[in-house]
């Protein structure tokens, strides 16, 4: 059965700073594997998708990167601003066809003091 | 429309009753899923529509959970004699056939069951 894990849960850094969120998963046969943001109270906004023939996505200051022999992927964000406060969530792409059904890990919420 | 769409975005129902969630999706977006999240338990998917095939209803939690989709369109997940472990976030998102595999979530319905 396949498991998504992020690490940490929760994550607090000053403003400016680079950091790294994390994504684990327990079986390498993904199809593709998205990073989305969840603001409170609102729906899920995708950030970065990536194939699994890929090895890393970017847009603007965020850069996503996937292992799939090890089962990891990670989310790079650049210089954070307090406008980066979310919660964010890893899903990957499994099943039998590429279907879109999604696994979700927890969430890592972030928050990035001015 | 721009995005996905869904109502109500907040329902408050007693123990027992029935509900209706609707979910309209963009335009032209051949796959639907309903998904929910709940407190503690992160997003769970279940239900998915492709085009006129039948549904995977394999995560439907039990058989007082159904949906339809009527046109290719709108989907309703209608939850019946509902109870109090019903409580959570029931988010609707859509994709497209082609393109990268990218799903669009609506904002959710917020469901109490007092």
């Known amino acids: 059965k396949q498991e998504v894990t992020q690490i940490p849960a929760a994550l607090s850094v000053p403003e400016g700073e680079n950091l790294v969120l994390n994504c684990s998963f327990t079986d390498s046969a993904i199809y593709n594997l998205q990073w989305f943001r969840q603001d409170p109270g609102k729906g899920l906004t995708s950030l970065l998708l990536i194939q699994s023939s890929q090895r890393e996505q970017t847009s603007g200051r965020l850069n996503a990167s996937l292992d799939k022999s090890s089962g990891r992927s990670t989310l790079y964000i650049a210089a954070s601003q307090p406008g980066d406060s979310a919660t964010y969530l890893c899903a990957v792409g499994h099943g039998s066809g590429n279907t879109g059904k999604l696994i979700f890990g927890q969430g890592t919420t972030l928050q990035v003091k001015p | 429309g721009a995005g996905v769409s869904q109502s109500p975005s907040n329902k408050v129902t007693e123990k027992g009753k029935d509900v209706e969630l609707r979910c309209d999706p963009i335009?032209?977006?051949?796959?639907l899923y309903w998904y929910r999240q709940s407190l503690g338990q992160g997003l769970e998917f279940l239900i998915y529509f492709q085009g006129n095939s039948a549904p995977d209803k394999s995560g439907l939690p039990s058989d007082r959970f159904s949906a339809e989709r009527t046109g290719g369109s709108v989907s309703t997940l209608t939850i019946q004699r509902t109870q109090q472990e019903d409580s959570a976030v029931y988010l609707c998102?859509?994709?497209?056939?082609?393109?990268?595999?990218?799903?669009?979530f609506g904002s959710g319905t917020q469901l109490s069951v007092l």
């Open positions: 998102a859509s994709r497209s056939t082609g393109g990268e595999g990218k799903l669009f």
């Open positions: 335009s032209g977006h051949t796959a």
